[in-house]
């Protein structure tokens, strides 16, 4: 991780809910955990003048602006950091590319495809001119996942067959829970898919290098009504739970199951790789540990291994604390971030590219378009 | 559990394969455990003479036979236990339920649909002259799963909005592993899907109460061709995986994912169950566990609770040792002939009956058929 | 495990409460897991007719006696089998012995040292004669602390350096169950300390090979009365729980901790064996399970591996189920008995000894005379 | 949470190797976490400049200074955190508080009890003037111990009679690692015994109320020699395994294993915690979780409960993220500071104390007093 110091870079942020705080607090501690250039935070931005300047000297930002155009005119910036909704992402991040920031936008790249279509494009032209771009599917920077991709790359569980992938949270089983725009179709494009399944379909694609050439879904509402704010009732109008089957390439299958009403289940992103020669087993919700079975161990010996990643053998770990000592769900900011500002100072793509994020979207897309057509193995279009 | 005494059973058990030797512990236990009628293991049939005078021996059974026709022939006998492969259930049950005997046939209740349909009718018939019959899903006798079924029957996780239900082996994992019937269509009818499938649907439906109302389903070889004995090639004619999504009455959803090609899962029949007010959680490589969540516990101490389903509380557990002793998968037999004898005793209907053997075949057919013309929600045909 | 199957053995068993109920039903399912001998369950006795009359009926015994003198004035009797309270342990067991009876004794194999050591002798003369006996610590015979043996035999963990052993149940945290012999010094000799102590102690000794050089030990009764049969308070003159430090030999240490007051674990016998190159864990809770982590597995993928210890490879597994079917702790007593009846084919002396039986029994009495003394360090007297 | 934001504090850390990194982290944080008075890093001392400065750089301190005594004559400097080893803890501890700075130590408070003594009584006077004062025993304030306590206190377990408290690491495995002053008796002061014992008994004695009235110690070296830089063998004089047994106030009893030879053992500090009414387990390698169980709930559906401790009902998690979303080992430093700062502001007295501090001090001098002397049942002299 010997990059050098001399250079530094000036991030502007836009967004300041429960993303932006993450992020915030990813671009806090990169340089005392990585020999990266010096990071400025330097501005955040909000449309509520008062809430933004609060929560600037919260999280550590030099200053608070209430528009996103600010920071792409301001010539001192070098990150655009896009957290706000997923409807604003492809014209904040066009705009920012085409000015020559560095952008990274926080999952889902876009709501549509051809919104997405439209990012994927600028960031091309943008990188040919040296400029990078990066969607934030943080999840592969945790370690576990990076020494389960390094495994997978290694050959370790041979050809990858069959993989099962749920994102299981519960909060949506409080049917007292009131309405919001993330239960509206109008806003949020879906409901738990493209939330939590985008983060599976990301991962399943990452991880063994395949792609999704036909998908099945079934979409589910099981609450359809929530009260708002006044008391009167709401109409739920996307999916609480989505379940799919896909066709991968080289004849794998995968199984995903997301929903946010699995009472218990808190934050379980579980995944099972099974290959020709062993397997791995991964859950978020104990995200310093990898399990991997070996077909290769001796007859009578052979077991899963849990795996603590928190060793300095391990990705990312030594830059933290000593062996056994776990880190948090957080500490994945930081690692991308740390990649993307790496890829800025090497000139090398950044990843997850922008790429990824529509071939992720067009996934999920077809899953959508599955579930209410009722076909069999729709293909994305990508 | 105090039936009288009184009356004994006489048992003639078709087959001897691992089946056999199971269904033979089974027996063997029954009067050890359980204040039942005494057990006499009177005859086992096979067509080897030799070989199955040997297993009689080592099984404790008082004769050995080679013609099914006579055990059915034997006034003495009251149960026949029919544990040969699928394809010959349908002759021998209906001819033992002619005769008067009560039977007990090992899953699947048959290879075809117009076989199960056929047995169906003769054990409404046998069953208004107080003949019985049952299909062996012993899986339901598991103490846990016994427990699970009462929870759920006491409304404590509130309706079932979703179920994840899997069943995981490795033993096909291994390419070197020899062409068998098992692998071939014409004699086994599906792979996985009917093998370990057929046992995840019954306990959807048994467990919750539940109908399947449509069904997708993919099915995958991933290993087409086996050696046989002679060093040829064979064709592997079956599924290697399954993975069906399931429509349930009421609005539920379920995921269906089963394999043997998964390398470290051994035997894992997996449940998960989801409802509105709480969960359940069910392994069978731990098969004396239970996990339960509710919502209704007091908020800051919500979580799993692992019941370790070994005390004298839980169902069938007074039979066997002090709290905490586990029992083995064996055990779920000798609670199947306990249930199945009581009700022969009392006169009332056993289950699983063949009516519910019939129905997870028609959820098997329908998968299949959904798999091979590409339909989205095939409806069973019961 | 091809033994010849031309002898038979004819059992007497001496006792019938829990224990009786355990070994028969280890008796009753040798034949059909293993290639031994035919066993006939011959006799069994106890005090009261009736009762015993009862028990042969159901257990499966063919004749049911009041004095255990018949029994050994039997000619046809091979194996006594002992599963009286301790403190008839000698009498009966020497009378056998000298009758020529092969003898199992249930542990402890006595209640104190003087008995222990006149059983030691009488069994060396014996076995002088060919005339086999053993002490049943069955956990010795579970296939996962087999295979633990078996590793730790081959070097895998190195010399081991650290024991960490504990037998944690529950039941007495009840502070309304009555009082019983079990809580009295006289009957009982000592409290949890020799009922699960001894376990332990007999594991420690067992898996690693090492003597025990010298002891501390606390002991803590917790409920000081306890209400009898008739409503008056009896008060509890042994152990609620036992600690104590293990001076091993080869400069290992070993900790040794038993509860009968540990809410929550139900049956929870732990093990973790450190030593130089790896080590080793073992439940009793989850009994079909091993785990072993090995230093010398490459960096970064070192984890414990959980050994699902249900496979054919596996000490004792291929005579019962497929790969993946979990047996119960009942099983430990069938493979018991399988060793001792091999023992007696082969002439070759049986395990665990009589020995075996007073070095535990020396290190309990070393602990609690540590703990009445407040000495530090009390070797044990064998 | 609800402190004003109008006062500052300003911070000056003496020391800056592992713990130095940690404690920077947690103050770095905390303003972003919690609504506390603004903090300033505002200096960091070390003995190389050209480090220090290095440092200070990388973990955002303003100032880099090689004198601690600079740093208490600053009167700018509100609060002095001390991250030395503990042979220096004393000099600058008393030299701060009687300069007026508030004082933060890292654990052990000291390495003998007259420096120990000689701080608490510092810290008296100190805190009649207002100046507080507090040692860092960092697991406290772990949400799950945090969890812990408020259910001990409420007495969801009832009366607290048995502990089982283990730490245990595994990089003194490795024959290899070099010399180096933690393995010496004259700088070090003990082994494993001060190193990780000290945190188990301080957790004892904070969650439980008890206070430890007598111990019995064992202590192994395992390793005698190791070669230091030059090649050349050192004698390891301090112990590698601390076995211990603790008389608890109220007729408790605890066990106490610590080791750093424990090849699996990454970071595992367990507790379990045995009373009347239930009982609570923790691990630190999986510190989002706590495990309770009660004796109250229904018959049957018993179970250890696992709780993920990652909820806004959780102490600190409102401060973090949603649901579900794990946090790290550095955290508990953010809190722990936090408390610290509220104490300040509040005029309340901090802690854990440093009498607490002393106290556990007193513990392991009397541990390592009867290890050394053979003495069954040493009092700790507080």
Redesign the interface.
């Known amino acids: 991780m010997g990059s050098s110091n001399e250079k530094e870079f000036r991030v502007g942020m836009i967004g300041y809910g ?1 993303m932006g ?2 992020h ?2 990813g671009w ?2 990169l ?2 955990a990585f020999a990266t250039p ?1 990071i400025h935070m330097e501005s955040i931005v909000g449309r509520d003048a008062n809430a933004v300047a609060r929560v600037a ?4 930002w030099n200053r608070a602006l209430t528009d996103w155009r600010d920071v792409i005119a301001d010539p001192s910036i070098d990150i655009v950091d896009i957290c706000t909704p997923g409807d604003s992402h492809a014209e904040i991040a066009i705009a920012a590319l085409e000015a020559g920031k560095h952008v990274l936008v926080e999952k889902p790249l876009a709501n549509t495809m051809d919104e997405s279509r439209a990012m994927v494009a600028a960031a091309r032209a943008a990188q040919s001119r040296g400029v990078m771009s990066a969607v934030n599917f943080n999840y592969r920077r945790v370690p576990a996942l990076m ?1 389960a991709k390094r ?1 997978i790359d290694e050959g370790r ?1 041979g050809d990858v ?2 993989i ?1 992938g ?1 994102y299981l ?1 519960d ?1 949506l ?3 007292t829970l009131p309405m919001s725009w993330r239960l509206q179709k109008e806003r949020a494009g879906t409901g738990v898919l493209g939330d939590l399944g985008a983060h599976v379909v990301d991962l399943m694609r990452h991880l063994t290098g395949k792609s999704v050439e036909g998908v ?1 879904g ?1 979409l ?1 509402t ?1 609450t359809h009504q929530r009260p708002d704010g006044s008391g009167k009732l709401g109409n739920v109008t996307v999916d609480d ?1 989505a ?3 896909l ?1 991968l390439s080289g ?1 794998a ?1 995968a ?1 995903l ?1 997301v ?1 946010r ?8 992103l579980s995944l ?1 790789i ?6 791995i087993l991964f859950n978020l ?3 310093n540990e990898l ?3 070996d ?1 290769e ?1 001796p ?10 990643v ?2 300095s ?2 990705p990312y770990l030594a830059a ?12 994945s900011f930081t690692h991308q971030f740390f990649e993307f500002v790496n890829s800025i100072q090497n000139g090398t793509p950044a990843s997850p590219s922008f790429e990824d994020g529509h071939a992720v979207q067009a996934v999920i897309d077809a899953i959508a378009n ?1 579930a209410e057509n ?4 729709t293909a994305p279009e990508e």
């Open positions: 429960f705080r993450a915030s607090q806090r501690n340089n005392a010096r000297s919260q999280l550590g020494l495994l569980v067959l069959h099962r749920a949270q909060w089983s409080d049917p099945t079934h589910r099981f739970a379940l799919a089957t066709a004849g299958v199984n199951d929903t009403n699995a009472p218990g289940r808190k934050n379980e099972s099974f290959g020709t020669k062993g397997s919700e104990n995200l399990w991997l079975f077909r161990d007859a009578g010996e052979q077991g899963y291994r849990r795996i603590l928190t060793e053998a391990h933290w604390w000593p062996d056994g000592h776990i880190i948090g769900w957080e500490h599955s009722g076909h069999a193995l």
